[in-house]
């Protein structure tokens, strides 16, 4: 088997990240095939560029992490799918783990789990309860799922067995500018919001007045992210800001409809 043509999907969302676009999509050479969901309410420099890279590109407008990785899922076609976000990159080491699993077939059903990195204004973030980071990444196409979750999406491979095959690493350059972090935090908290309102949860002004200064606590205190110097004070302050801005939601939400 040719390793620059593993039977591979690499599977990928993309909506303004023009960039990330241009940057990743040629590391990805070794994959069959790129299968990206573009959001039409996005810049359209990031579909262009996509397709201009050999990418297999669909439109579907965002409704949800879960849900839109379940739509991308279902446009892969080979055994093995590659799960990424447009902010990472695979360490050079990775590729010949891919290929190793890749060479086993996908007659039974498996997964491998990535370690990731996390940067944060340009920086790894070693502690705040960001590190040691393992997720499931590489999975057979076949028994695979994504939930419906709006926001931090799992999958699920059914009857999988877990595979260690060498070494599989991830960076993820997010957070990379001040206007990224404040984007993230009111985008996340939204979405974190939409997310507990659907399982039924509820909030009240205690909420909203404690939970933000225990998250900073957990964070920065008892998950050491005083270790990552000034860069895990502003991490954790904006954990907690994001923590805020969620449950404030919630609670206006509990005002406007509160439950029958």
Not at 8 to 24: H, K
Not at 103 to 119: H, I, N, Y
Request: aromatic share 10%.
């Amino acid at each position: 088997m040719s390793v620059d043509r593993l039977p591979i999907s690499v599977l990928l969302l993309a909506r303004d990240e023009v960039r990330d676009v241009e940057d990743l999509l040629p590391a990805l050479a070794f994959a069959s095939e790129v299968v990206v969901v573009w959001d039409p309410r996005g810049d359209r420099a990031a579909r262009d560029a996509a397709e201009r890279m050999g990418a297999r590109v669909f439109e579907r407008t965002f409704d949800g992490f879960g849900p839109q990785r379940r739509f991308a899922l279902a446009q892969c076609t080979q055994d093995w799918v590659l799960w990424l976000d447009a902010d990472e990159r695979l360490a050079p080491e990775t590729l010949p783990t891919l290929a190793r699993a890749a060479g086993l077939g996908a007659e039974r059903p498996a997964v491998l789990l990535a370690r990731r990195t996390t940067e944060f204004l340009g920086r790894p973030i070693h502690w705040c309860g960001w590190g040691d980071e393992w997720l499931p990444r590489l999975f057979t196409r076949a028994g695979a799922a994504f939930d419906d979750a709006p926001v931090h999406e799992r999958v699920r491979v059914e009857g999988a067995r877990a595979l260690r095959l060498g070494p599989f690493e991830i960076v993820h350059r997010s957070y990379r500018t001040w206007d990224d972090c404040v984007s993230k935090m009111v985008r996340y908290a939204h979405a974190n919001a939409e997310k507990a309102w659907r399982a039924g949860r509820r909030a009240s002004p205690l909420d909203v007045a404690v939970r933000p200064p225990l998250r900073f606590l957990r964070q920065y205190v008892l998950q050491l992210g005083f270790l990552d110097g000034a860069h895990g004070l502003l991490l954790c302050a904006f954990a907690a800001a994001q923590v805020f801005l969620k449950y404030a939601e919630l609670w206006t939400r509990s005002r406007e409809r509160p439950p029958a």
